[in-house]
């Protein structure tokens, strides 16, 4: 489950570099784990032509106005309480690595399941603190376990199932209500203001407006 979602932000993956010797343009990828440049190579990497040597140059410059960047984002996942092993105490979560296309792909309170590589990401080094590392998962894929609904399809069956149920229960409509508490999670005995309140949180209601101000018609749940 998705219990938090950081913004989308642009991430710097390649920076360009230039020999001084014979203007050999090159890219050195930025490593994830710690946020610097990967191993600068020891002499200029440009190909060798035809009759020529290949090029012994150590020095580059950094070209500032060529930079790399993609889309990143960091969410923050838990195992799902159903999921969860007994005794095993609170449920485990990880940090998750979206790039490019995989930005914004899911949403906090979607159940999700992620495929992926487990790395590793220093944090800042400062003099007499130890350097910590935290396990994070690199996505590769990312798909919804709960599909996301913009509008529910309700068959002419349902609807004639739902105006029977009421019609029942036309000369007092809190029975039927009753009725409806008491399917909600049956295994649970009593508890009846409890599961109210669930199935009021779940159902919302019907917002309206009051002397100009508009009175939102969903409700919060506090246990």
Known sequence: TVTR???????????????????????????????ELEEMPERCPSPAGQGHRPCQ???????????????????QLQERTQSARLGAGTPQALTV??????????RPGEDVEVTGAVTKRWGSMRPGTRWMAQLVLR????RLLSQRREAVHVSDEDVGLFEDFWWQHRM???IGRNKILAG?????YGLFLPKLAVALTLLGGVAREESGTRVRGDCHCLF
């Open 5 to 35: 979602a950081g913004p989308v932000r642009l991430l710097e993956w390649q920076r360009l570099f230039e020999c001084n010797r014979c203007h050999y343009r090159f890219g050195v990828e930025v490593e994830l784990e710690s946020g």
């Open 57 to 75: 140059g150590k020095n580059f410059t950094p070209l500032g106005e060529a930079q790399y960047h993609k889309d990143y984002q960091e969410v």
């Open 172 to 174: 007092c409509p809190l």
């Open 139 to 142: 996505a590769n894929g990312v």
């Open 184 to 188: 909600i999670c049956p295994q649970v």
């Open 97 to 106: 690595v979206l790039e490019d296309e995989l930005v914004d792909e899911c």
